[in-house]
């Protein structure tokens, strides 16, 4: 009996093999046909020619990366996988998820008052004058701060938090942060991460997913109240970034995430657009016992611990090259040869523009009149920046042009300066085109 059946199994194959619905042996053993490159599929929201030098751009690393065919038909050997790198906020997404996270904290009662009231613990860079201001505003002795509630002092603390992560000043117009390094650190962003100190990375993640869904939720332009002030209540995905990054995933390319929004809150964002928490990197803290701690983790030669790198303008070249292409030590704040540097970067502001101008191929650029990320853009001195106007609510042309050959640039002590192209030579004013 299992003689038969086995005998009329393979007659059916053979049968289905003659109709073309089951390869035969040697259909088997032919290579199968390569399949397309893909395209860009949305089309609406892009400028003039961007689409296309996108898709090009697709295309010529798709044609690399796919694998040769050998004489008898197996695979020969596969180049290394492209990279593109991506901003987060106001780059694959419209708004600040790093913002709509401190706002879910704070109408929770989910930030945790400092130990014994200290707060310059919260960040090295914190002022007296904001420590003292937020010591007056926030009690001590309480498990977490009553940001939400609705009398005078829930209010008064929210209002001096809200003051100090987003303006960097306290209520009083006091300055809140000073002495560190323009080019590698900003601390309001910063202190976002500090603020998580005590809980785990599992429970941010968890405020995260509660804020991600509020604000994909709300409408377009809601807003929310927080403390005594109203402050932007809704994040959305562009279907163009999103389209963008899944062509370059089905042409082999290694997308990754690099933000200056803490990393767990990334972690959960960026699953909307198919990049794993494994290629996300974010504003890292040290841990104790499981808990994050208010001390960051360093990159190149800025140790654990010290808070003096994070992704930002030159830290995020430190960050890409350590977590990316396995750069570690001082070498990781240096520029690496091009086999080792992203072919895509993608950015909306000043910074942005340090691991943008290290892209090989193509440095997307949506315009949010960034002072030196346009003077460059626009400058385009080798050809390969491609401005877009935001694909949710645009900004208006500039009226006057971008102050490239004065004040375009911020260096490491705050000062300001002229924006300078890789030859030293000055980058004249540019007029903004893309809108």
Request: aromatic fraction near 8%; include cysteine; charge should be positive.
């Amino acid at each position: 009996m299992k003689r038969r059946l086995r005998t009329t199994a393979a007659a059916a194959s053979l049968a289905l093999a003659a109709t073309g619905l089951l390869p035969t042996a040697s259909a088997a053993a032919r290579p199968a046909a390569p399949r397309p490159c893909p395209t860009l599929t949305v089309t609406e929201g892009w400028y003039g020619d961007n689409k296309a030098r996108l898709d090009d751009l697709i295309a010529a690393r798709c044609a690399e990366t796919k694998p040769h065919q050998g004489g008898t038909g197996s695979a020969g050997p596969r180049r290394e996988k492209p990279v593109a790198v991506f901003d987060w906020d106001n780059t694959v997404v419209k708004n600040d998820v790093g913002d709509a996270t401190f706002y879910w904290l704070l109408r929770n009662d989910r930030i945790r008052p400092p130990q014994h009231g200290e707060w310059t613990t919260t960040s090295r860079y914190l002022t007296a004058e904001a420590a003292a201001a937020l010591g007056a505003a926030c009690p001590t002795g309480v498990r977490t701060l009553p940001t939400a509630a609705p009398t005078a002092a829930g209010i008064r603390c929210a209002d001096e938090l809200l003051a100090v992560y987003g303006t960097g000043a306290t209520t009083g117009g006091r300055t809140a942060f000073a002495g560190y390094d323009r080019r590698r650190m900003e601390p309001q962003y910063a202190w976002l991460a500090q603020l998580l100190n005590g809980w785990t990375a599992h429970e941010v993640r968890s405020f995260a997913a509660a804020a991600r869904a509020e604000n994909l939720a709300a409408p377009q332009g809601a807003t929310q109240r927080v403390g005594s002030r109203n402050v932007t209540g809704w994040v959305r995905y562009y279907d163009q970034q999103r389209d963008l990054i899944h062509a370059l995933q089905g042409a082999g390319f290694d997308v990754w995430i690099v933000s200056a929004s803490p990393e767990p809150v990334v972690d959960v964002w960026a699953r909307g657009v198919g990049i794993d928490p494994s290629h996300t990197v974010g504003i890292r803290n040290t841990t104790e016992h499981g808990r994050l701690t208010g001390h960051l983790k360093g990159c190149g030669g800025v140790r654990d611990g010290e808070d003096r790198m994070i992704t930002y303008i030159d830290g995020k070249r430190c960050w890409i090259n350590q977590e990316i292409f396995g750069v570690h030590g001082p070498a990781a704040e240096r520029v690496q040869p091009a086999a080792r540097r992203q072919v895509l970067a993608a950015g909306d502001s000043d910074t942005d523009v340090t691991f943008l101008r290290d892209a090989t191929g193509l440095r997307l650029v949506l315009n949010r009149n960034k002072n030196e990320l346009m003077c460059r853009a626009y400058d385009n001195a080798d050809g390969r920046w491609i401005v877009n106007p935001m694909f949710i609510d645009p900004k208006k042309r500039r009226t006057t042009p971008y102050p490239c050959a004065t004040t375009g640039y911020t260096a490491s002590d705050g000062t300001a300066g002229p924006v300078r192209r890789a030859d030293g030579s000055v980058v004249p004013d540019q007029a903004d085109t893309v809108f």
